[in-house]
């Protein structure tokens, strides 16, 4: 079966240092991968994606990811992390073999210290 | 254009009751989905379509009934709330395949 794996359910980095969000995940087929982000009550925004092609892609906000076939990842990463960052990150991953459902990970809180 | 809108965005049920949670979008997008978040198990996907007079379910659909009369709405009926479907709602739309999933602010259900 399709999984997603978030491995870190926090995370707490202060404001300015790096950050990488992990996903990995496990699909038969050529995937389509997005990474999302979620403010407390608030629905999910995409923060960017990859499709095919250059296997670094560049998203919102200073975002950006790397797909790596031979891992099976998307790595989130963002240089200088700023307060505003703090909030939930899901990794999401489809297929068109598999009807184009999303499966997500379970997410990362970031927190951000100041 | 408001995207994915959905109603209501509280709603507090007793046990045994129905109700029905609305879902509409105006990107005429074919794909239309419900998720239900639950803290610390992302979104799990209840039912889906991919277009109007088609649906069908997803990961969780047990409790849970869908329709799809129309290109831009596509609500999720609980027939007799259980606690267990307490949670947060969440319909999203995409229009082509590997398009991104555009969401609604979601509607948080609390069944007692």
């Known amino acids: 079966a399709q999984s997603v794996t978030q491995p870190d359910i926090h995370i707490t980095v202060s404001e300015g240092a790096s950050l990488e969000l992990r996903c990995n995940y496990s699909?038969?087929?050529?995937?389509?991968l997005f990474w999302y982000v979620q403010s407390p009550g608030q629905g999910l925004q995409l923060l960017l994606k990859y499709f095919s092609g250059d296997t670094l892609v560049q998203g919102i906000k200073g975002f950006e990811a790397e797909f790596k076939r031979s891992q099976s990842s998307f790595n989130l990463r963002k240089p200088s992390v700023h307060w505003s960052d703090a909030a939930e990150y899901f990794c999401a991953v489809g297929a068109r073999e598999y009807g184009n459902k999303l499966v997500f990970g379970a997410g990362t809180i970031l927190r951000v210290k100041s | 254009n408001a995207g994915v809108t959905q109603t209501p965005k509280f709603r507090i049920l007793k046990i045994g009751q129905s109700m029905t949670l609305q879902c509409t979008q105006d990107m005429n997008h074919n794909y239309m989905y419900w998720y239900r978040q639950d803290p610390g198990m992302g979104l799990k996907l209840i039912y889906y379509s991919v277009g109007a007079g088609i649906t069908d379910k997803g990961e969780v659909p047990n409790g849970y009934n869908v329709s799809r009369s129309t290109t831009e709405d596509f609500p999720l009926r609980l027939e007799l709330a259980a606690p267990s479907q307490t949670s947060v709602y969440f319909c999203?739309?995409?229009?082509?395949?590997?398009?991104?999933?555009?969401f609604g602010n979601g509607t948080r259900l609390t069944v007692t």
């Open positions: 999203a739309s995409k229009g082509q395949d590997n398009s991104p999933l555009h």
């Open positions: 699909y038969g087929a050529t995937p389509y």
